[in-house]
């Protein structure tokens, strides 16, 4: 007989101050990773599913994001630790989240 399933790992990458795509509010969020793995008898195997989502800590809201945007997200995260002036230009990772409850990708702010 052979077992075998999947289970779920969630890592928390970092905590960062987004406008909350849900609430409105300029709120701390957790970016979070979370890696599906195939187990064959309990013993995860290989991963075979990763998915980014945000999570607003004042309202709760979680929002799926695709890879690009959180390694972006990260990034713009690590520069603004490291006290890189050019991390935070002028126009740029602030005044909007980057996306929408409508789905992934999309700039509320067009149309
Ligand atoms: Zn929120």
Redesign the pocket.
């Known amino acids: 007989m052979i077992i075998f399933g999947t289970r779920g790992y969630l890592y928390q990458l970092a905590v960062l101050t987004l406008v909350?795509?849900?609430?409105?509010?300029p709120?701390a969020h957790t970016l979070r990773k979370r890696v599906t793995k195939f187990t064959l008898f309990f013993v995860p195997l290989f991963p075979f599913s990763t998915k980014f989502a945000t999570q607003?800590t004042?309202?709760?809201?979680e929002q799926q994001i695709p890879k690009e945007q959180a390694e972006q997200l990260l990034a713009q995260h690590m520069a603004a630790q490291q006290g890189n002036p050019f991390g935070q230009a002028p126009g740029q990772g602030q005044g909007h989240p980057g996306y929408a409850p409508g789905g992934p990708g999309r700039n509320p702010y067009q149309n």
């Open positions: 909350c795509g849900w609430c409105g509010n709120a607003c004042f309202c709760g809201g």
